[in-house]
């Protein structure tokens, strides 16, 4: 009998590779033998589909069915591959022709009565397939929402196996997704809802202009984490390429929505401190899951009581900080997913935590031991810190009513907006993104307006690497001031800002 073929797809972090389904009939004692690395959740497809394409009113052949995905050496995990083993395995014995599945791509899970169920990664596995040169898809009927983001590609939905035979055998038409509504983006919290703590709400226009991470130091209950959750709705909507990267994230974790399947708006993440070093950063058997991170990519990580989280975990964000990237190294293969996102984080300034300082009833052998958990490595590359006012001493220094959201964000937007168009033609949207040999060589500024910051450097006030953090606050602060460069007193705010004594 001749081969049946179809194609699917395989993950690999958020890379994708097509993966060739053959199906060979004969050539031994009745049975099913599988190669090509597959996984043992796909090592029992094996019966799924036999079962499936039996209670669809097929025929499951009586002699050896050898399986074989290609490539041979990738290693293929979960369960997505039977709908196209089940067309390969009807297709090498006749049941149904072959002529549709050339150029398509088959996406799945087989129930044991036939109904195709949803899987997770459908958008990031249609990309790959476009990339590949495919031109038509097939995916859970459940998943059109998800499947209709990607443009340049056919895709049809099918809820069970019964439904694609009839299509190949073209007895009847698959199900096409509808055409997208608008739909509004979620409401956010307004930063007029914060009393008070002006220092704060000015570091976080400034982290939103410029992409800063920031931290919050003060006692509980003055709005640390009230103005975190407010920093989302002062940046702006994600770009169309932004989209995709970030719903192809959760399209991994089977987050989507069918009300809104893009992501248009940055994401908010809030881990508890509970949370392992795995689920923060990624990881898990075989190829390594995106942790939450990534699922931050082009959002807010937000750590409420920070150094509860301890330094192991805090620690393993430094390199992220810097690169915007998570690497990954399994057994089965390293994956590198995106983790480009503003941290936020919010401590108290002792382990007693009470409501003036003055009350404080810690040691200052636990007071260093709680701070000696945000280690010195990670605070370096935290562009602003602040320290929080009790709540008692905020009345005095409000005489009008806080700005909302809208009104801020219109200065940070057309911060943003100038900072984009100066380093357009570097391929840099915000000044955070900016590397220090930039700052030092093309866009140096003159040697009287960084004299306080070298001041700083040489008595070892700040480090390098804080000296570069500290240029990218002040192009910052020039952008909210609309100057076409820093002036010494935006140098001297930017050092205020990472004042070690706010931490």
């Known amino acids: 009998m001749p081969l049946g073929r179809a194609w699917s797809v395989a993950l690999v972090g958020l890379d994708g590779r097509l993966v060739e389904v053959e199906a060979d009939l004969g050539g031994g004692l009745p049975g099913v033998k599988m190669v090509g690395l597959p996984d043992a959740g796909l090592r029992e497809a094996k019966d799924r589909v036999r079962s499936a394409i039996r209670n669809s009113g097929q025929h499951w052949p009586e002699d050896k069915v050898t399986l074989g995905l290609f490539p041979a050496n990738l290693p293929k995990l979960g369960s997505g591959y039977d709908l196209a083993i089940a067309v390969a395995v009807l297709a090498s014995a006749g049941k149904v022709p072959a002529t549709r599945l050339l150029g398509t791509v088959l996406l799945g899970e087989l129930a044991l009565d036939g109904r ?21 898809a097939i995916v859970p009927s459940h998943t059109l929402f998800e499947a209709a983001l990607v443009d340049g590609l056919e895709v049809y939905g099918a809820a069970r196996l019964r439904d694609v035979v009839s299509w190949l055998e ?10 997208p509504v608008e739909s509004a983006p979620p409401a956010v919290p307004d930063l007029a809802d914060v009393i008070g703590q002006p220092e704060a709400r000015w570091a976080l226009e400034v982290a939103a202009a410029g992409g800063h991470h920031l931290l919050l130091t003060g006692p509980p209950g003055v709005g640390k984490t009230m103005l975190a959750k407010r920093l989302p709705g002062l940046l702006p909507m994600l770009s169309p390429e932004e989209s995709l990267e970030v719903t192809a994230v959760h399209s991994i974790h089977g987050k989507l929505s069918a009300a809104a399947p893009l992501i248009k708006v940055p994401p908010f993440v809030a881990p508890h401190y509970s949370v392992s070093e795995a689920a923060l950063i990624g990881g898990g058997a075989g190829i390594a899951t995106p942790g939450l991170i990534s699922q931050a990519h082009r959002g807010v990580l937000f750590l409420d009581e920070a150094a509860e989280f301890g330094s192991q975990r805090l620690d393993s964000l430094r390199t992220v900080l810097e690169e915007g990237e998570v690497r990954i190294a399994r057994a089965r293969g390293s994956v590198c997913y ?12 002792c382990p007693c935590a009470p409501p003036r300082e003055t009350h404080c009833s810690c040691s200052p052998t636990e007071r260093r031991r709680y701070h000696s958990r945000l280690s010195g490595p990670l605070l370096d590359r935290v562009d602003l810190r602040v320290r929080l006012r009790p709540m008692t001493a905020m009345g005095r220094h409000e005489s009008s009513e806080p700005e909302p959201t809208e009104v801020v964000r219109k200065r940070v937007l057309a911060a943003r907006d100038r900072a984009a168009a100066r380093w357009s033609s570097h391929g840099w949207k915000t000044n955070a993104e900016v590397p220090g040999p930039a700052l030092h060589r093309e866009f140096a500024l003159p040697p009287p307006t960084t004299a306080l910051l070298e001041r700083n450097l040489e008595r070892g006030t700040i480090t390098a690497r804080g000296a570069d953090r500290c240029l990218r606050i002040a192009w910052t602060l020039a952008d909210l001031d609309e100057t076409d460069e820093p002036t010494p007193d935006h140098v001297a705010a930017a050092l205020e800002f990472r004042d070690r004594r706010a931490a």
């Open 338 to 349: 995106p983790a480009r996102f503003q941290l936020v984080m919010a401590t108290n300034p």
């Open 116 to 136: 195709v169920r949803e899987i997770r990664g459908i958008l990031p596995g249609l990309l790959a397939a476009r990339k590949a040169g495919i031109k038509r």
């Open 170 to 179: 073209g007895e009847n038409a698959l199900a096409r997704p509808e055409p």
